[in-house]
């Protein structure tokens, strides 16, 4: 299926363009311009021939978007979700599913070596993880329209797609879905005034559904509920999602935590495996409410966990063991003034948004004088360029792993859900995570201040690796899509 372009009616180049033999890390086909720039094609698949529009025309890179297939790739297939030319939710369901991986996979080994300047010939690794291609999604954010609509946004756009079936969500969201459709369709008063839409969150615990409604739709939304025999917990309390071996972990609609329960056991499991016994300290940066800090408190005598969204931070602290200590704080000064004061870690977890950590934070890891770091990261680029600088102090990629814990997701985008992980050699080490789906929670966002973004480029460009991450990095710019 060909995805309708987003700017349907504005007159635009089209390229006649081959792809790649792989995707891009954040999920788009990979093709030239006739003039040697990359071009990131999204709706294309791996290995074929199609007539693209151009979308992004930027110095180094291009962006483009399929108009038409002219000879499809091995690897293209049917989508199976009706709503995927359409649905800003997915951007790889009409690629094979071994493709997908083994692409991610491609990008994963690709990208340390180039963008940070890293050597892998001692680096193990291990096989990817990925989960089921379909029904794995297990939170969601749906947008509900003044006029009854409820769906996700479409690609690029703010337009809210209706959403019968989405093959993505875990049977559990489906059903709820579907029961409460005919109460979304009433058309009633939204709960902020001036707002012609609202947001509803629906979390899956493993037990029961969380539904976060706006107030004038609980009313009904409850009788719907009830009415189709569905079980719903109505409100932001918090879901207990602590029956994963590890320890209890709290969570909320509004809180980042990753979208699929399978995909966060993975990757739980995968940094329990790398964490050292007996540590005196450990410190959990980027911390979340607590989903890696669980691993480390049981692992390290004291933990120092530092996030800076306050929502989040609560929620931690309602289930923190006693040798846990949560810092409400910004990474950036919390930790690095933590480490200014004296603070030591043995084993240091970094798991920071799509944007990576600053020079000021890995500074302050280096000074922490960590035996082991495990490092968690949605984006291969920044991943790269992180453990770059990182390696630079003498820290070395040790264990590498890709976990998928969102297939078919626009989550691909940004870089995908990837893990790497490594480790110091002679004891140090830098420890590469996987990817996350950032979409998951509002929090605050954080921008890396402009001062620290310069450092960083002095930094990549003294690697080498500079000019090649503003060639060929998957570009910034996410869809304003809400699931
Ligand atoms: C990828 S999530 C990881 C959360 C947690 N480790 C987990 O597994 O659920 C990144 C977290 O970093 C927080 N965050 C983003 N920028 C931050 C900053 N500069 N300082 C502190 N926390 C930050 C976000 O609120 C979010 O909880």
Redesign the pocket.
Known sequence: MTRKPAQAGRAQATLQLTTEPHLASGGDAVARHPDGRVVFVSGAAPSERVEARLTKDNKSFVRAEVVKVLEPGPSRVNPPCAHYAQCGGCTLQHVAYGEQVASKDVALREAPPRIGGLDLSETTFDAPWSGAPYGYRTRARLVRALDGRLGFRARRSKHVVDIQRCPVLAPELQEVLTALRPAMEMRGPMRREGRREDEISLVFDGASVLADFPEGLTKGARTAARAAGVPLLFGNDAVTEGDDGHGPLV?SPQ????ASRSG?QA??GYVAELCPEGAASAV??????????RVLAKRAARVDA????RD?VALARRVAPENVRVHL???????TSWVAEGGRAEVV?L????TG??AKVLKAIQAAEASALIF?S?DPATFARDAGILAQGGLRLARVRTVRPVPADRAQRGGGPVCEVSKRSAGRAVAGGEG?D?SA?P????ERPRRDAAKFDALTRRLGGGERLQDRRQPPGGDPTSS
């Open positions: 969570s809180v980042f935590a990753q966060n990757l739980v959990d940066l980027y911390s979340g409410s607590g989903n890696f800090t530092f996030e800076g969204a989040a704080s910004g990474v950036e000064q919390g930790f977890l798991d920071p948004p799509r950590t600053n968690v949605c996350w950032g929670g929090g605050p966002q954080y």
